[in-house]
Nanobody, 127 residues
Framework: VLLRESGGNAVQIGESLRLSCVTS????????VCWFRQAAGKDREGVAC????????YYRGSLMGRFGISSDSAKMTVFLQMNNLEVEDTAVYYC?????????????????????WGSGTLVTVSS
């Protein structure tokens, strides 16, 4: 399983970015793929997840409305659209994937526990 993030950049407050996570080595239809972020000196936190079984999306509550997760299964790519960026969004953004058990919902993974991770892409938001 491989995951490679791209799209990180230095932007100003209020601008938008779209991150991409190109994946390989697993079936999109039975995996959950999530975006996490880690700011300097802080713990890693879940941002959003998309469940390949039903394409449902789950978000950390404070980010809903500004961030959107989507996927293109033909390209094996998951996107994170980030709008109206704030200085507090500055972080390294990671994508991660895991195969859930039948009873696990995608939202479960916002707290972590995924087996496969990318190396991250840096987003810097300045005023």
């Amino acid at each position: 399983v491989l995951l490679r993030e791209s799209g990180g950049n230095a932007v100003q407050i209020g601008e938008s970015l779209r991150l991409s996570c190109v994946t390989s080595g697993f079936s999109f239809d039975d995996h959950v793929v999530c975006w996490f972020r880690q700011a300097a000196g802080k713990d890693r936190e879940g941002v959003a997840c998309i469940d390949g079984r039903d394409r449902n999306a789950y978000y950390r509550g404070s980010l809903m409305g500004r961030f959107g997760i989507s996927s293109d299964s033909a390209k094996m790519t998951v996107f994170l659209q980030m709008n109206n960026l704030e200085v507090e969004d500055t972080a390294v953004y990671y994508c991660a994937a895991d195969k859930p058990s039948p009873s696990q919902r995608g939202a479960y993974y916002l707290d972590g526990g995924l087996d496969h991770w990318g190396s991250g892409t840096l987003v810097t938001v300045s005023s």
